[in-house]
């Protein structure tokens, strides 16, 4: 959201305390806070008689202040009314703001088929917040029938306008549509740009052969630029590949390493993996007593192999 106009002037101003002292600083801090809800407060005055004559602008600088408190108390009904009045005559930030309002049930009674179609409306007006809003949307289903190619459409438009989330969403589309080398393709555009799940992703097109060919090197490079950023099910494919061999040396040191931490954020598969380890002494040294903590850990949360190892120790111990 933006900041009402007669704000901007004192922001600015904020911006450019560089080469104070400590309480320089903190002297200039409070002026221009209360400089800024000065101006802010006769702004929502100013806002209040020109939006009731019809000013588009106005209804939705007004909308702005009772949605964030500035110069008036916080009113959330208020906002969606100034909002809606805006809409109407086609503010398109305002459309994008009262769409967030019936999504998140805002100062209105939540309603996800009102908030699909005022994003739709920004949307078109080429708001890429909106865009993406959509895309999500249609994505899951959200106010509209579940739509995976809408979804892609809209993503594709916010993301040729630089929103990178939706870069990273339009392998999700793909691969639900099943059209695995353009999922790939998108995956790898949010990979390089860092995004963690979608590192993960491509490693695993690389470890199953979808949409380019398979190669396990270039899995567990991805994997592990993922594991590093902390995605658990990477850690544990990343142990996976240490494990067995796959894409690098085999190290069971740094298997051991890798399903710890995906065990650690509760990933039963890492789990039970991780109980074996310790049940035989792989890359750690042999412990019953941390082999039974995992291994229970992972038959708790539904993994059958572990119960049935569990079983089998309860037997050899009568």
Known sequence: MNLPVGTKTFCH??????????????????????AALTAIGQD???????????????????????????????????????????????????????????????????????????????????????????????????GVAQDYRQAAYWYDKAAA?????????????????????????????????????????LGACYKEGKGLEQDWQQAAYWYQKAARQGVAQAQYSLGYCYYYGEGVNQDYAEAVYWFSAAAEQGLPEAQYSLGLCYRQGDGVDQDEDEALYWLKKAAEQGVVPAKEVLKKIKNTKR
């Open 44 to 142: 929502a005055g100013h806002y209040q008689s020109r939006a009731s004559q019809g000013d588009k602008g106005a209804q939705y600088n007004l909308g702005l202040c009772y949605g964030n408190g500035w110069g008036v108390e916080v009113d959330y009904a208020k906002a969606v009314h100034w909002y809606t009045q805006a809409a109407k005559q086609g503010h398109a930030k305002a459309q994008l703001n009262l769409g967030y309002c019936y999504d998140r049930g805002r100062g209105v009674a939540r309603n996800l088929a009102t908030a699909a179609y005022w994003y739709t409306q920004a949307a078109l007006q080429g708001i890429v917040q909106a865009q993406y809003n959509i895309g999500t949307c249609y994505f899951n289903g959200d």
């Open 13 to 34: 101003f904020g911006k450019n305390v560089y080469f104070c002292s400590v309480k320089m600083k903190e002297t200039l801090f409070v002026l221009f806070l209360a």
């Open 161 to 201: 306008a630089g929103d990178e989330k939706a870069v990273a969403n339009l392998g999700y589309c793909y691969n639900a549509l099943m059209d695995y080398p353009a999922a790939a393709y998108w995956y790898a555009q949010a990979a390089n740009r860092g995004y963690a799940e979608a590192q993960y992703n």
